[in-house]
């Protein structure tokens, strides 16, 4: 079924992503510790979580630096200065009866808006990121539309969040599913969320099919749950297109036990919310310094690197993905190219047949693999300096014995070394050593062995040579 909903056309998603930051050591605008899980229920509150009359907000520097690495990893635009707004709601999840949250209208701005996700072939663009804190945490007896009562969690009420809004870009619940993925593995990456944990990462969806009303589906749990929720909306609203009326605009909770969603409330309206500035935090100043050092400290992601490497050297998606997954071996790659290598002959020749040598090589940082010396190999290689077979032997022996291309590699440039009777002495000493010698009569694997083992010994040697006198050795 679920494969017949996910290609239903005119199906518009949009989605809302609450992603806490839980690298922070402290909640948002207190010194509270932001560590509540596993914790007492309302243990780790102050009265400045509660808003009480005498108490004022302090916003965490490092979380405005975290938001900022969201933002930038996203290509994102951050404004010169940003501010936070009150947006006021009477629920009991809000112990202050207020978000401290951000708003990008009536001369608010939001801390970055206008960036993109690469989504495959398509550009996923976010609107907008804001930081703001998370309400308290409602826990219900039974299910949310039948429960008697609610209890109520402070912990969680003022921890930071920062909400990340897409545009409607997504055509299907697969899609949602997929760049709510990616998304996580880029805020895991810049080191300012752990998405494992419970809650970490919610998830609100908008979603209308045909034109119709926009319904919101709340506090999806679970990037699983995402799609089950989104597949069953889509199916519950497509059955409406067409009836008069359509589907309502409403806010619908995913009732994850029975998988459908219910009803909430009608979708409450901007104005509902009675935003203005919060006249306790001033109007913050990102200034180029901040920004830069923000830049500097922030790893770079192998997704958003990835990315770049498509679009900077023109890899393809797989190339690119390839290249970056490994950071050493995606440094190597940056340093190969920048050192005059195509791009597309280093990715093809670092990922090929030698990824997992490049990959310990580059790991171990002795100084085995150099860029200097893969570039000029490549350039043999373009100028039919040397083969493809004679490069990968030089290759694999830079990686096995450290030596460089100079040492090499002269056998190729030179034509012969190595005269044929000091071959001969070299053959012979490999064929007293080894015990694969009788199979190399008959199997080409332990034959190539052979030649590899003379090669061990005298780089230098020409391969097609050792293999001539190899061969005449052992009479194969
Ligand atoms: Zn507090």
Redesign the pocket.
Known sequence: MSKRVAVLDGVKIGLEIHCQLTALKT?LF?S?SSDYRDKEPNEL??P??FGIPGTLPLLNERAVEYALRIAIALGCEVPQRTSFYRKNYFYPDLPKNFQISQYDKAGGVAIASAGSVRLEEKRVRVRRLQLEEDPGKLTYEGTIDKSPYSLVDYNRA?IALVEIVTEPDFESAREAKTFLEKLRAIVEGLGVSDGELEGAMRCDANVSVKGGARVEIKNISSFKEVEKALNYEILRQSTFSGTEGGAEAETRHWDERRSITISLRTKEGEQDYRYFPEPDLPTLELSPEFLRRVREEMPEVSEVKAERYQGEFGLTPQMAKEVARDAKVADFFEEVVSKGAKASDAANWITGEFREEVRTAAASGDGRLKAGDLVELLKMLESKEATRGQAKEIFRGMMTTGKGLAELGKSTRTGVVLDESSITGLVEQVLRESDAVEKAKSDPKAFNYLVGQVLRLEPKADAKLVAKTLARKIKR
Request: proline letters at 0%; hydrophobic letters at 10%; a positive charge.
């Open positions: 909640k207190c509270c509150v102050c400045t979580c003022g």
